[in-house]
């Protein structure tokens, strides 16, 4: 398997984006797909996670009523919609893949996609 994620930018505080991750490869029937971010400075923090099946086991808190996360199966794609971004939403964004979901911790994921930057100005 692997991923491809894109869709980071530059946005002001308030504002919103969309990154998608596309899996390619033989990806297993129960997969979860997430994401992270890594702020500079900081270690990587889970964002969200779903399932094959649309179940989304787990949020951050911090990021809960702003962010969402969809996946398009068909595609093999996952989305993470970011509304009312915050300067502290700034870090590299990372999707990664499980072949079945078993927690949010960044050992538990096996393939991780390259990151796509997020700046969030103040």
């Known amino acids: 398997v692997q991923l491809q994620a894109c869709g980071g930018g530059l946005v002001q505080t308030g504002g919103s984006l969309r990154l998608s991750c596309a899996a390619s490869g033989r990806t297993a029937s129960s997969n979860v797909m997430a994401w992270f971010r890594q702020a500079p400075g900081k270690e990587r923090e889970f964002v969200l996670a779903?399932?094959?099946?649309?179940?989304?086991?787990k949020y951050a808190e911090s990021v809960k009523g702003r962010f969402t996360i969809s996946r398009d199966n068909a595609k093999n794609t996952v989305y993470l919609q970011m509304n009312s971004l915050k300067p502290e939403d700034t870090a590299i964004y990372f999707c990664?893949?499980?072949?079945?979901?078993?927690?949010?911790?960044?050992?538990?994921?096996?393939?991780w996609g390259r990151g796509t930057l997020v700046t969030v100005s103040s």
């Open positions: 779903i399932t094959w099946s649309g179940i989304i086991p």
């Open positions: 990664a893949y499980a072949s079945y979901y078993r927690g949010s911790f960044y050992s538990e994921y096996d393939v």
